[in-house]
C-alpha cells in the first residue's frame, strides 16, 4: 500500500517570497502524483498532477512540482506568492496497480504575511 | 450539475442521533468518493462506488457508518448513534474515470458534521 508524508503542518511566508512545500511518499513503483488545494469553505481543487514524462510539471495558478525517483519526492515550489495562495495544500498517490483509491498527505497549511 | 454538490453544509447534532449526508455528482461521473477530514489531519478515505459494481467499504471505521449510491446519480452518508468523535468535514468526490490511481477527483465544498 502507498503512503504519503506532508512534513510542515504549517508553513508560513511573506507575500512575494518563494514558497516549497515538501511531499515524500512510500510506494513500490512510481505512482501517479497530485497536489490539491483546499481554500477555505471550498472543496479541493487539483493544483497539478505527474504521470510520467518530464519530471517537472506545471499547475494552475502559477505553480509547479518536481518528481524526484531518488528521493521519493515530489514537491510543490511557487516563484513569488500571492495572499491569495493561503490555503491548505494536499499531496496524494495513485498506485499503478491495485488499489485505486488515492492516498493523501495530512495538509500544509500555508499562511502568507503582508 | 456543474460541480460536486453536497448537503447540508453544516449540520450540529446531539451524540447517539442518526445523521444523512447527502452528495450529488458531475453528471456522468461513474466513480463516487467518501473521504473523512478531522481537524488538523488528512483525508480518510471512507468508501469508494464505481458504477453498478459492489462498493469498497474497506475505509468505513465502524458498523455505525453506511453509504448507499443507486446507479451513477446521488449517494447517502449514514451514521447511525454519532458519537463525539465522529465530528469532521465530510468530503464527497466523483470522477469519471474507472478504477485507476490516475482519477482526478472533484470535490464538494464538504458538510461539516459537529457532534455535541
Known amino acids: 500500500a502507498q503512503s504519503v508524508t506532508q512534513p510542515d503542518i504549517h508553513i508560513t511566508v511573506s507575500e512575494g517570497a518563494s514558497l516549497e512545500l515538501r511531499c515524500n511518499y512510500s510506494y513500490g513503483a512510481t505512482p501517479y502524483l497530485f497536489w490539491y488545494v483546499q481554500s477555505p469553505g471550498q472543496g479541493l481543487q487539483l493544483l497539478l498532477k505527474?504521470?510520467?514524462?518530464?519530471?517537472l510539471v506545471q499547475g494552475i495558478k502559477g505553480f509547479e512540482a518536481e518528481f524526484k525517483r531518488s528521493q521519493s519526492s515530489f514537491n510543490l515550489r511557487k516563484p513569488s506568492v500571492h495572499w491569495s495562495d493561503a490555503a491548505e495544500y494536499f499531496c496524494?498517490?495513485?498506485?499503478?496497480?491495485?488499489?485505486?483509491?488515492?492516498?493523501f498527505g495530512r495538509g500544509t497549511s500555508l499562511i502568507v504575511h503582508p | 450539475g456543474a460541480g460536486v454538490s453536497q448537503s447540508p453544509s453544516n449540520k450540529v447534532t446531539e451524540k447517539g442521533k442518526d445523521v444523512e449526508l447527502r452528495c450529488d455528482p458531475i453528471s456522468g461521473h461513474t466513480a463516487l468518493y467518501w473521504y473523512r477530514q478531522r481537524l488538523g489531519q488528512g483525508l480518510e478515505f471512507l468508501i469508494y462506488?464505481?458504477?453498478?459494481?459492489?462498493?469498497?467499504k474497506s475505509g468505513l471505521p465502524s458498523d455505525r457508518f453506511s453509504a448507499e449510491r443507486t446507479g451513477e446519480s446521488v449517494s447517502t452518508l449514514t451514521i447511525q448513534r454519532t458519537q463525539q468523535e465522529d465530528s469532521a468535514v465530510y468530503l464527497c468526490?466523483?470522477?469519471?474515470?474507472?478504477?485507476?490511481?490516475?482519477?482526478?477527483?472533484?470535490f464538494g465544498a464538504g458538510s461539516r458534521l459537529t457532534v455535541l
Open positions: 462506488f464505481q458504477g453498478n459494481s459492489a462498493p469498497d
Open positions: 496524494a498517490v495513485g498506485a499503478t496497480g491495485g488499489s485505486y483509491i488515492p492516498t
Open positions: 468526490a466523483s470522477t469519471r474515470g474507472g478504477s485507476s490511481g490516475a482519477n482526478v477527483l472533484t
Open positions: 505527474y504521470f510520467s514524462g518530464d519530471t
